[in-house]
């Protein structure tokens, strides 16, 4: 262990040597002071959305650390641990009870249990089959209401979420409510985020999964959920997913310029950079509005639209309790355009539309010293990745990577717009920067072809009047 700790040392100290001599600082369109508070060894900050957004290369090859003298420094690339989407643990299933609600003074099926809720103000007494609910479960006159209870008294461990299986109309974002109760009788509103949608076609946006806004205990308590307002609606079971481990870093995020219209139903953006997009955030200003969209991009103008994922863009609900949608979750795509299109005959023409993409969170590791300030570089083409392996740097210390001293990013310099080259904006729709200079050098080259062949021209004329 201590020879493996003297290797890496040593390669600390080589290794920014081996870099390119003519990658210098001013050379990034973007730059960062580190704040290391006198700190030494290693540290690690967090690359700011920012920087993220002037990367030139997908897998950040283009990311320097200098020290105060403008030498690079070693350095390694971390990604806190973020538990994949696919892979959160799933409770069982938990299947769900049918609330029922009977006439005054009719009597009830044998073996059920009474609850009560409020409503308006009112209280209500319900009552439910506890068991398997077999014909002898419907009371005459009683009737079945929308929602259903589940049994989750035997639910050890928190859940901060649930996949509700149901069926639902389509093409309608159905509103689900949660509460919690010990007794049946006195219950807690549970905060939930996101609506059950199912829309028809191909790659058509649909969402099964509920996220709550603070992980939820669920042991020695039941669970209701209500979908009043909504037809057609039947809940058969639901799935809990349980709380990480371990919490996850915040994703940098970064505002998008004003979009460019393609015809009433489609939306561009030039993007200046090719880190890949984790989650795309899509929202709008207008109350009780519901517009299910496609995500296109592509590297060049001249190649066809590729798609990307599709989610639903809304915001229902009375004043102050609307429920917006959540983020899409996209496979980590690398593109220069990006492109939202309106769905199942819905427009976007007159739409306030806001767009944010969402990065993975990126940490650089370094050894800090004396040598201050330190700077943090990001954005610069054709530039060849200069990152060490993170196992090389952290077998210098037995200090965790994820506890290492964070340092922040200070005073900021960014002379360059991320959104592409100025001329841009002049060219043609559908052409990018190197077919233009392609087509001028071609334009020139014939230009200067007509030029040669009128001056021979010139001259066999004026032998033939001289002879």
Do not use: C
């Amino acid at each position: 262990m201590v020879i493996v700790r003297f290797v890496a040392a040593a390669v600390l100290l080589v290794a920014p040597h081996a870099q390119a001599a003519d990658v210098e600082p001013a050379t990034f369109a973007w730059r960062g002071t580190l704040d290391t508070a006198g700190q030494s060894g290693l540290v690690r900050a967090t690359v700011p959305a920012d920087a993220l957004a002037r990367l030139q290369s997908r897998d950040a090859a283009d990311l320097r650390v200098f020290d105060g003298q403008g030498r690079p420094v070693a350095f390694a690339l971390s990604q806190p641990p973020r538990p994949a989407e696919q892979q959160r643990q799933e409770t069982a299933a938990f299947r769900a009870l049918p609330l029922h609600a009977a006439q005054a003074g009719a009597k009830l099926p044998r073996g059920v249990t009474q609850l009560r809720i409020a409503e308006s103000g009112e209280r209500r007494s319900l009552w439910v089959q506890m068991g398997q609910d077999g014909p002898q479960g419907a009371a005459p006159g009683s009737q079945r209401l929308p929602a259903a209870l589940f049994d989750t008294r035997q639910q050890k461990d928190p859940v901060s979420g649930f996949l509700v299986r149901a069926r639902i109309p389509a093409n309608v974002p159905v509103r689900f409510t949660l509460s919690t109760s010990a007794d049946l009788a006195s219950w807690t509103a549970v905060p939930v985020q996101g609506r059950i949608f199912r829309f028809e076609g191909d790659g058509a946006p649909a969402n099964d999964r509920l996220e709550l806004q603070a992980p939820l205990r669920l042991e020695d308590r039941y669970l209701r959920i209500d979908w009043s307002g909504h037809e057609g609606v039947a809940v058969d079971a639901v799935v809990g997913l349980l709380k990480a481990a371990q919490p996850e870093a915040a994703y940098p995020a970064l505002a998008l310029p004003a979009p460019v219209a393609d015809g009433p139903s489609a939306l561009e953006w030039q993007l200046g950079f090719a880190t890949p997009i984790a989650r795309l955030d899509l929202g709008t200003a207008r109350e009780n509005t519901i517009v299910p969209v496609r995500v296109l991009g592509r590297n060049q103008p001249s190649e066809p639209w590729r798609w990307l994922g599709s989610t639903l863009v809304y915001r229902l609900g009375a004043a102050g309790q609307e429920s917006t949608n959540m983020p899409a979750v996209l496979a980590r795509p690398s593109v220069r355009w990006l492109r939202v299109e309106a769905s199942h005959g819905a427009r976007l023409e007159g739409l306030p539309l806001t767009a944010r993409v969402l990065f993975e969170p990126v940490e650089v590791v370094f050894p800090a010293g004396s040598a201050t300030p330190y700077q943090l570089a990001a954005g610069r083409s054709a530039t060849p990745s200069a990152a060490l392996p993170l196992g090389m740097l952290a077998a210098t210390t037995t200090t965790r990577v994820d506890a290492l001293p964070l340092v922040k990013v200070g005073a900021v310099q960014a002379p360059r717009d991320p959104a592409g080259a100025a001329w841009d904006a002049w060219l043609p729709r559908g052409v990018d920067g190197k077919t233009a200079a392609l087509w001028l050098v071609l334009g020139a080259g014939v230009l200067l072809l007509g030029g040669v062949a009128w001056a021979l021209l010139r001259q066999l004329n004026a032998k033939e009047a001289q002879g």
